[in-house]
């Protein structure tokens, strides 16, 4: 692990199942190797469904603010906002020239999110635009949840198909998954959690509104009345017990839902119990940010400042592999 690079869209609150599945692994990661875990926040990902104007530049800091509330340190690790260094868009449009459509149509969030959206083209491109930021620092390592792993495949095809045909400029990055959270299921206990669905439970989200979606979260069908035994395996609330509760909460949770000795209401709050411990020093954290601002904003200009310059690098070198005419050699010094 020398170079590590990972993304998170702006595109609304950030959740459990980020934080669990990625943020946490990047606050790690960060301990290990320093500025070299390179966290970046994708605006123009973002905008590959329609957005809101009036929105962007306010999620966009709110997304870094809690980033560094989760426990990204910019003094350590170097945060930016993907906007801020346009070689992200110079190398994805070189990637888009070399990468067939095939690939692009075949991904499996492609296909997903063109059933809920008008499909911009911008949305087949987005596993390039990808690659590209991965690539444009030659990362080896991308720390993600499992969701992101096909997006690292193509990656991985990417550079291999430019280093064949041009020169060996890139590595082939791997996916790094934390397999304790690699897919946190949603509040709806229907699929993953994910910002477009409504399911969340928001990392810096009050306790209150948390109670109120938790409250009425569905658990085990089979557990019509409190009498009714349940079984931890298959709802939902225990795999978040599993992720946020101590082992002595976890094994009573275990037993007690089997022979209903807990109901379903007093094992949520239990689980409140040690969600909130997880998320109180994160909200008193992201509080300090809101009235610093500037905090945020010096960690993304220094990230921009210290990601350009390897980005300027590496697009000399590309530039140069695939034979362009240089705008430094029209007149010599
Ligand atoms: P996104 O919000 O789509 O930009 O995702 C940011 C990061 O969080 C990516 O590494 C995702 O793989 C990860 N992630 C998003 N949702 C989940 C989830 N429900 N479980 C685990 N990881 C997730
Ligand atoms: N597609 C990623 C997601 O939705 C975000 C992302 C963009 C990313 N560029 C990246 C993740 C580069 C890892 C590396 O979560």
């Not at 035994?229 to 007690?256: A, R």
């Not at 040690?274 to 960690?299: F, K, N, W, Y």
């Amino acid at each position: 692990m020398k170079t590590v690079f990972s993304g998170i869209q702006p595109t609304g609150e950030i959740h459990i199942g980020n934080y669990l599945g990625a943020i946490r692994n990047w606050v790690r990661i960060g301990d290990q190797i320093g500025q070299n875990a390179i966290f970046c926040i994708v605006d123009y990902h973002a905008i590959t469904i329609p957005h809101a104007r009036e929105d962007l530049a306010r999620l966009t800091f709110d997304a870094a603010l809690a980033n560094m509330a989760a426990g990204l340190d910019p003094n350590k690790i170097t945060l930016f906002a993907q906007s801020h260094v346009p070689e992200h868009m110079e190398l994805s449009w070189i990637f888009t020239t070399q990468t067939p459509l095939g690939n692009l149509e075949g991904m499996t969030q492609f296909k997903d999110k063109s059933e809920q959206h008008s499909v911009l083209a911008g949305l087949l491109m987005y596993p390039v635009l990808q690659a590209a930021d991965i690539l444009l620092y030659k990362a080896d390592t991308v720390p993600v949840g499992e969701d992101q792993v096909q997006h690292i495949e193509l990656t991985r095809e990417v550079a291999r198909r430019f280093n064949a045909r041009f020169a060996p400029i890139f590595p082939e990055p791997k996916a790094s998954i934390d397999q304790s959270a690699a897919r946190v299921p949603g509040l709806d206990g229907a699929g993953k959690m994910s910002k477009s669905k409504n399911n969340t439970i928001g990392v810096l989200e009050d306790q209150k509104t948390i109670w109120e979606n938790l409250r009425v979260a569905p658990t085990d069908p089979a557990r019509v009345r409190r009498s009714d035994p349940g079984n931890p395996d298959i709802c939902t609330i225990f795999t978040y017990h599993k992720l946020f509760s101590d082992l002595e909460t976890l094994q009573m949770v275990n037993t007690e839902c089997r022979v209903a000795g807990i109901g379903c209401v007093d094992c949520k709050k239990k689980l409140m119990e040690g969600l909130m411990g997880t998320l109180e020093p994160i909200q008193e954290r992201a509080a300090h940010l809101r009235s610093h601002p500037s905090e945020v904003t010096d960690a993304l200009v220094s990230g921009a400042e210290r990601c350009s310059k390897i980005a300027k690098e590496t697009m000399l070198e590309v530039r140069e592999a695939i034979g362009l005419l240089p705008r430094n050699s029209l007149r010599p010094a």
